[in-house]
């Protein structure tokens, strides 16, 4: 496949996003909204859901649609994919962009960790990001190459967790980060020549619901990256076919310098801290 350079994303059309009825999904769903973009917003939270498609209606006088929906249920995930697999030839509009945000985050110790808890944390942090991504990527290839339609592609939403520490308490959710990231960098290399961005982004610390925890630890306020710069830093780098973004200065200089550590020290800092 040869290494052309498709013209950068640049058209507003219409956006999915997975987990959007709070925090980062629904930092996604205010910012795209602002730039004129189409919404379906998916979570399991129809009251919130509802609530920001209204308030978003009226500020940026955009078309949202709700899909309530558990990624952790093999059918609930089917029923998104349909709604991605749309063309435009059907009635409803064809996603031009997939934000895979929707994330479950439970730790302890592997032993201690139900293994049902554990499944379910894949099936919603692996599994249905790559049921999704499967679904759009196949329509937005042939879009494109049928005419001049640009600013198709996806988002995944992974995490320095993954990066390249060791993660006592969040081995399976690390493990899981990871992989998002390896796969989201090898898929953007195979879709870049067809016109179609993939962006994987690896935030570090940031005040969400799901980061509760964290925040009682009393973190200096400097450790948290805000979910606006997240959004903002992924959408730049989308935008500019870059497969990869890391928020935060602070961040991007410790991911560098931790890759400089020879293993057996970050393993041995990684039990101490853990």
């Known amino acids: 496949m040869s ?44 009251d919130l859901l509802e609530a920001l498609a209204e308030d978003l209606r009226e500020r940026c006088g955009v078309d949202v649609e709700v899909l309530t929906a558990d990624l952790g249920s093999a059918e609930d995930t089917e029923r998104v994919a349909e709604r991605l697999r749309a063309g435009p030839d059907d009635a409803l509009e064809p996603v031009d962009l997939l934000v895979n945000n929707a994330g479950r985050g439970d730790g302890g110790p592997f032993v201690e960790q139900d293994p049902d808890d554990v499944d379910a944390m894949l099936d919603i942090n692996v599994r249905s990001v790559l049921r999704l991504t499967r679904a759009v990527l196949p329509v937005q290839i042939a879009r ?31 493990a899981g980060k990871k992989f998002l990231t390896l796969w989201s960098e090898s898929v953007a290399a195979e879709v870049r ?14 005040r969400t619901d799901m980061t509760r925890g964290v925040q009682e630890r009393g973190l200096p306020e400097a450790a ?16 500019a076919l870059r497969p990869r973004v890391i928020p935060g200065a602070q961040y991007k200089t410790g991911d560098a310098l931790l890759k400089l550590l020879p293993r ?5 800092v990684a039990r101490r801290m853990g």
């Open 144 to 174: 494109r190459a049928a005419g001049a339609v640009t600013g198709l592609g996806v988002i995944t939403v992974s995490s320095l967790a993954g990066e390249p520490v060791v993660n006592p308490g969040g081995s399976v959710y690390g």
């Open 193 to 206: 020549s067809a016109g179609v961005s993939v962006t994987v982004v690896l935030p570090g610390f940031v």
């Open 3 to 46: 290494q052309s350079s498709p013209a950068p994303p640049v058209r507003p059309g219409t956006a999915l996003i997975t987990g959007a009825s709070t925090g980062i999904g629904a930092e996604y769903a205010r910012r795209l909204a602002q730039r004129g973009y189409s919404l379906v917003l998916v979570a399991r939270r129809t």
């Open 264 to 268: 057996w020290l970050v393993r041995t």
């Open 224 to 239: 948290f990256v805000p979910k606006e710069h997240i959004v903002r830093d992924s959408l730049l780098a989308w935008t």
